[in-house]
């Protein structure tokens, strides 16, 4: 099929745990959204992902997307970019997402060739958790957010995110309050403080780091 101009927008992904057998892997390869090669001019927007084991959001040889206002919440990695031989990554926008991981990494870029920066531009988002680099001139590095800033010359207006997030998730079509936060029909927000008991809210759903 068609994997250019398209629009994922709104949706919400959690605990996708994915398994190894029948693999060769030693842990699972599960992804919440997933931009496979010859994916082009897609639009990700205002989607949340949720305890995925590998990634929230992987690109792989995908050119020209934009990927806005995202939130990709407790994942290995909760987004990851990824080159594979006879391949390049760019002309991709990230813009306004939240990538929140404590035991894992908020970003990865992996190459197989010394492409590392090239992957397109990147700002105004907000991380919890390291960035992890490989490419064969670097082999594999892992920055703070500053670091990365540094290496790349982007997300020079992103923010690294407070510890002690809890994302609370609305899957429903009406909008919902917790302690006077709005979550918003089919959305979620990063909410800090005190966490009231999920049974006195109908539907919402609470993820903790």
Known sequence: PNASSRLI??????????????TNHSNSRSVGI????VAENVTVSN????????????LH??????????????SNYCIELFNSSGSNLYGNSFRRN?????????LR?????????????ADSNSYAGLITTNQPSTGTVIRTLAGWQAFTGQDLNSTVAAA??????NPTNVAAYVSGVLIPAWGSVLYYG??????RIKGIRFYQL
């Not at 870029?109 to 531009?121: A, D």
């Open 61 to 74: 040889k995908a050119n020209n997307n934009t990927i806005t206002d995202n939130t990709f919440f407790n």
């Open 9 to 22: 927008d709104g949706n919400i992904i959690t605990n996708v745990i994915g398994g190894t057998a029948g």
């Open 34 to 37: 997933y931009l496979d090669e």
């Open 109 to 121: 870029i992996g190459s197989v060739v010394n492409n590392n920066t090239t992957f397109g531009t």
């Open 194 to 199: 005190s966490t009231p008991s999920t049974n």
């Open 47 to 58: 989607n949340t992902t949720a305890n995925i084991s590998f990634a929230g959001l992987k």
């Open 98 to 106: 939240k990538a929140y991981s404590v035991s894992g990494y908020a």
């Open 164 to 169: 002690g997030a809890t994302l609370l998730i």
